[in-house]
């Protein structure tokens, strides 16, 4: 690094400023509406840091990818890893099948440097609902920083080559200034990708570049600028945290005044004889303390709110508190054992550190989402919550019908009575519509597509996250399947109905062109009705951590969901049969979530296996057999 430069306390006391408001901001703290933007002064701290090294070496001639990265690998790679093992251990105890699944997801882009895209391709904001429950949402920032190592070495060193020191301070000015706008327009009209993403960040990691291409230039001030300069930087900081809330355009121009901060404080501390006073009170053991191991904080305090939060726990100050002493022995131990060992001790060469730190995990952690996703999320982790083991399920045969794949449900007969078709939903209602064939004597099978209702119209799916579901021969299966059930002397129809339209895409033309089609074939038309909605995976996710810690859910009730679309299509095709399971589940507008004891939903809006299979019982005993006599 520069021949002017030393190791400066105040520097890790800055970082202590840093780290620690967005700790507080996390644990709910609301004093510190803004503490986010503790991350933006880390950001201008890093491209400081690594800028003067760079700078100096290059130079100097000493550069090398080999060694800058090496450097890097040992900085971030052990703690970070020692952090998703332990981290990956407790999600496989309270996360959910599905959200398991999300989570290996998640770790696998973390290890690729690429988590910033994964969660804006799957929260949309940083600020959005349900994202306090991510444990690795926090590594967006790191994927920033380390997409930032592969790009700038490159830059420096082709301006060395190649220009003058004049002409690369020229591109380096036109290029920030670039960099700003393209920030303050993402911010007002892309604000979650402005918010992940490196070309929207690039201006905060540049300013501390800038500062350390000047470093050596810099003017020496007395100590009375830099106190001045010092308390100004200071206030830039605290002042925005306390001023700024999630609600406020951002990053863009309001992420200026933080990282502006951050600059004059390194700035007021150059000189350490005639350092500004809040470098000085910055450089103070404690403080100091705090910014060493303010990397293993960042990485700990997120995992460990995410799963309090996860499991709904109110983040009340005793539970906070909790959380952050929890945190601060964490950091402080994987400090000690992990991050300085291996990066003053357990030295190794960049390709052993290469195999050890990245590509042994990230290879594992490709397998382990195969596997996890496989397995489905490991169901079987909540068999005696879901699924007690006195109660047998009938097997259903898998079949295939043509090119559709399902299974048969009722009596086997020669020839099959119906179908019965839908989407998810109807994959989760198989148990409950078996219950219904075998007492009526029928044969029906049952085809299930996920993503796809079963409705004429080659409709646009609005989620990003279920397109591979709409690839060609699964549209062409629906439409088979469609049409195949008009051949029947009834068909079920299951979807994850809506109360509006367009639903899932769809028009009201497209669902009743569907129900004339079957109508002008003589096909008896039953309609089943969704389950009531959870309101929401954190309601969810707060239920079954209930059911996991107590395992019984005490007056825990949902709300009635009456379907518009569905009770419309009794008025206008009278004829349709409407099955509506959800009756034997509320009173009063509110539905029990259990049946005899036993938790009958596999997520926010699917029903399990036995639940489903339970609510048949149930229906049939309350209500009759609506399939009778088809």
Same mark, same amino acid.
């Given at each position: 690094?520069? @021949? ?130 991510? =444990?690795? &949402? ?24 190649? !220009? ?32 992940? *993403?490196? =070309? ?17 230039? !810099? ?29 406020? $355009? ?19 501390? @150059? ?6 006073? $809040? ?61 300085? =060992? ?28 195969? /596997?996890?996703?496989? @397995?489905?999320? *490991?169901?079987?982790? *909540? ?10 399920? =009938? ?12 299974? /048969? ?28 064939? $075998? ?19 080659? *409709? ?14 699964? &549209? ?77 859910? $005490? ?8 379907? @518009? ?7 206008? /095709? ?57």
């Amino acid at each position: 690094m520069s @021949k002017n430069f030393v190791y400066r306390p105040d520097i890790d006391g800055l970082r202590a400023v840093a780290v620690l408001l967005v700790v507080f901001y996390h644990a709910g703290f609301t004093t510190i509406k803004g503490g986010f933007i503790g991350v933006d002064v880390f950001f201008v701290l890093s491209g400081f840091l690594i800028t003067l090294i760079l700078d100096r070496e290059i130079r100097s001639g000493e550069f090398s990818f080999k060694k800058f990265y090496l450097r890097r690998i040992r900085r971030l790679l052990p703690a970070l890893l020692f952090v998703l093992v332990v981290t990956s251990v407790f999600c496989f105890y309270y996360l959910v099948p599905g959200d398991f699944i999300a989570y290996g997801n998640s770790l696998r882009y973390t290890l690729l440097s690429l988590s910033n895209v994964y969660f804006w391709l799957n929260t949309g904001s940083y600020f959005s609902k349900n994202v306090d429950e991510l =444990p690795l &949402l926090h590594t967006w920032s790191l994927s920033v920083e380390e997409q930032f190592y592969f790009v700038w070495p490159v830059f420096l060193l082709a301006m060395s080559r190649f !220009f003058s020191r004049t002409t690369t301070w020229v591109l380096f000015i036109l290029g920030f200034f670039a960099a700003f706008g393209i920030a303050d327009w993402a911010a007002v009209n892309k604000a979650s990708a402005a918010y992940y *993403f490196l =070309p929207t960040r690039a201006y905060e990691l540049m300013l501390g570049a800038g500062l350390a291409l000047a470093w050596d230039d !810099f003017p020496r001030l007395n100590a009375r600028q830099n106190n001045l300069l010092s308390l100004v930087g200071l206030s830039m900081i605290i002042g925005t945290s306390l001023l700024l809330n999630k609600s406020r $355009v951002f990053p863009g121009v309001n992420a200026l005044w933080p990282c502006l901060g951050a600059a004059l404080l390194i700035a007021s501390g @150059k000189h350490q004889e005639q350092a500004g006073i $809040v470098n000085r009170i910055l450089a103070i053991k404690p403080v100091v303390a705090i910014g060493l191991i303010s990397y293993a904080l960042y990485l700990w305090h997120w995992p460990i709110l995410a799963l309090i939060n996860y499991q709904g726990i109110e983040l009340t100050k005793p539970v906070a508190s909790f959380a952050i002493g929890a945190s601060v022995i964490m950091a402080v131990l994987s400090y000690f054992f992990i991050e300085k =060992p291996f990066r003053t001790k357990l030295i190794f060469s960049f390709e052993k550190s290469f195999v050890i730190w990245l590509l042994i995990p990230l290879v594992m952690s490709v397998f382990g989402y195969q /596997y996890v996703q496989g @397995k489905d999320g *490991f169901k079987e982790r *909540f068999e005696n919550l879901f699924n007690p083991s006195n109660k047998v399920l =009938p097997d259903l045969e898998k079949a295939n019908l043509g090119k559709l794949s399902g299974s /048969y449900l009722g009596v086997k007969k020669e020839k099959l009575d119906g179908l019965f078709i839908g989407d998810s939903m109807a994959g989760a209602y198989l148990d409950f519509v078996n219950v219904l064939a $075998v007492d009526a004597r029928l044969f029906i099978y049952g085809s299930h597509l996920s993503g796809l209702p079963p409705f004429f119209g080659q *409709f646009d799916y609005p989620r990003e996250d279920a397109l591979e579901t709409r690839t060609p021969d699964k &549209l062409e299966q629906n439409e088979l399947r469609i049409k195949e059930a008009g051949n029947y002397r009834f068909v079920i129809l299951s979807a994850s109905w809506a109360n509006g339209f367009p639903y899932l895409g769809h028009s009201e033309d497209d669902i009743n062109r569907t129900i004339e089609y079957y109508l002008n074939n003589k096909v008896k038309v039953i309609v089943l009705w969704k389950p009531n909605f959870f309101g929401g995976a954190r309601i969810y996710n707060q239920s079954v951590a209930q059911l996991m810690r107590t395992k019984t859910l $005490v007056d825990f009730k949902i709300k009635d969901q009456p379907t @518009k679309i569905v009770a419309d299509l009794k008025e206008k /095709y009278p004829d349709i049969i409407l099955i509506n399971p959800n009756d034997v589940l509320c009173r009063d507008g509110e539905c029990d979530v259990q049946i005899d004891g036993t938790f009958i939903y596999s997520d926010q809006a699917h029903l399990n296996r036995l639940g489903s299979f339970l609510l048949g019982e149930k229906y049939l005993k309350i209500n009759g057999n609506p399939l009778s006599g088809l």
